[in-house]
Structure formats: structure tokens, C-alpha cells
């Protein structure tokens, strides 16, 4: 099965989640929500935009002496900063990280149609080590 098919599949039969408010507005406006995997950063425009903010703050920290004040102070500039045009940028960056990963996913689910198990039992079980060939046909 391809991917897209197995997620319909565990989307059929997970438990049910967490409800959230948010979801409810979202959905109640016709759209369907999906989260990223934990620590999937590159499909998240923020983290764009968190490292523009940090790339400034870390520009202004040239004595290395921050108080607490200056910080807060660097941090709101950096924050105004981050420009409509910036995020739009983010934004387009990520649908074309995105788009590869579709791109690759479809290749590598196309491409695969052979491979070769290799068993190694060690030199003390008195097996001898044996290959298979499997092929998507004979797995199906």
C-alpha cells in the first residue's frame, strides 16, 4: 500500500483524540486539520521565522553582555522585523520542501520492486548465513 493509503487506514481506526477549540473553529469552517510529527521543524514556517529573530538578536549581542532589559529590548525589535513579505517567503519555502518530500515519497514507492535480506547467524550457531530475494509480488 502506498503511504496516503495507509494513513486513510490508521486515520479509520486510531483512537479518538484530544478535542481542541481551536479544531472545532477550523473545522467548523470547512477545513481539515493536520498536525506535523514532533520536531518536524522544516515544515513549519515559524521555525523560519524564529531563526530570522534569532539570527538578529544574536547581531545585536556584540559585547555579550545582555541584561534582561536589553534582551526584551532586542527580542521586540527582532520581532518587528519579521516583515508580510518574510513570512510569505517562509511560507514558500516550505510548500517547496513539501512538494519534494511528495516527489520523493512517490519515487521511492516507484522504484522499489526488488531487495535482498541478508541473515547473518554468527560462526557460533553452526548456520550458515542465507540470502532470499524478495519482490513486491511475493510479499503481497
Known amino acids: 500500500m502506498r503511504k496516503d ?6 486515520q479509520l481506526h486510531k483512537p479518538t483524540e484530544k478535542s481542541f477549540k481551536i479544531d472545532e473553529s477550523i ?27 534569532k539570527r538578529t538578536v544574536r547581531h545585536h549581542n556584540v559585547t555579550s553582555d545582555f541584561s534582561l532589559k536589553r534582551l526584551k529590548e532586542f527580542t521586540e525589535l527582532a520581532l518587528s522585523q519579521v516583515t508580510e513579505e518574510d513570512w510569505r517567503g517562509f511560507d514558500d519555502h516550505v510548500l517547496i520542501l513539501e512538494e519534494n518530500y511528495w516527489q520523493r515519497d ?6 522499489i520492486d526488488r531487495f535482498v535480506i541478508e541473515v547473518s547467524h554468527g560462526e557460533d550457531s553452526g548456520i550458515d548465513s542465507t ?5 513486491e509480488s511475493d510479499a503481497a
Open 5 to 10: 493509503q495507509l494513513f486513510h487506514l490508521v
Open 27 to 53: 473545522r467548523s469552517q470547512g477545513h481539515i486539520v493536520v498536525r506535523l510529527p514532533p520536531y518536524m521543524c522544516d515544515l513549519n514556517p515559524i521555525e523560519l521565522a524564529w531563526a530570522k529573530v
Open 106 to 111: 512517490g519515487l521511492m514507492e516507484d522504484t
Open 131 to 135: 540470502k532470499s530475494a524478495i519482490s
